[in-house]
């Protein structure tokens, strides 16, 4: 597979990840959105996933990839956001990790799309 291929791959996984948080974030922000929420659960199982050392789906395992590399989350925080966006009421603070984190994937979608285009 060239270049070309994996970075339009990371690309699609990147815009994919921001899609879904930003989804998400829209609803809680605007009050229509419940734990039951098929998107929240998704990105829930997300963070939860990823919070686990071991056993990770690939999907997975790339979402916690781009978390690393937007800003250090140990375990324990992961957990937290995951375990929140579950929860009847996301609070604040996580709703500014989230939106720091959508901030970051924006970054890295910019940058990807960059070296598709050859701009390292």
């Known amino acids: ?5 994996v970075y ?3 690309y699609a996984r990147i815009r994919d990840y921001a899609e879904l948080l930003d989804d998400v974030l829209i ?3 605007a ?12 990105l829930a ?16 395992q790339l979402f916690k990839v781009f978390l690393r590399d937007a800003y250090d989350l ?7 956001i995951g375990q929140a966006l579950l ?8 709703v500014d990790r989230l939106e720091r984190f959508a901030h970051a994937l924006e970054n890295e ?7 598709m285009r050859g701009h390292d």
């Open 1 to 5: 597979m060239s270049y070309s291929g």
């Open 8 to 10: 339009s791959g990371l």
């Open 27 to 29: 609803n809680i922000k």
């Open 31 to 42: 009050g229509r959105s419940s734990p039951s929420d098929s998107r929240r659960q998704q």
């Open 45 to 60: 199982q997300l963070f939860l996933g990823a919070s686990v050392s071991t056993g990770s789906n690939l999907s997975i």
């Open 74 to 80: 140990d375990q324990k925080h992961l957990t937290e």
């Open 87 to 94: 929860s009847v009421s996301v609070g604040s603070n996580i």
């Open 109 to 115: 979608r910019a940058g990807m799309l960059a070296k």
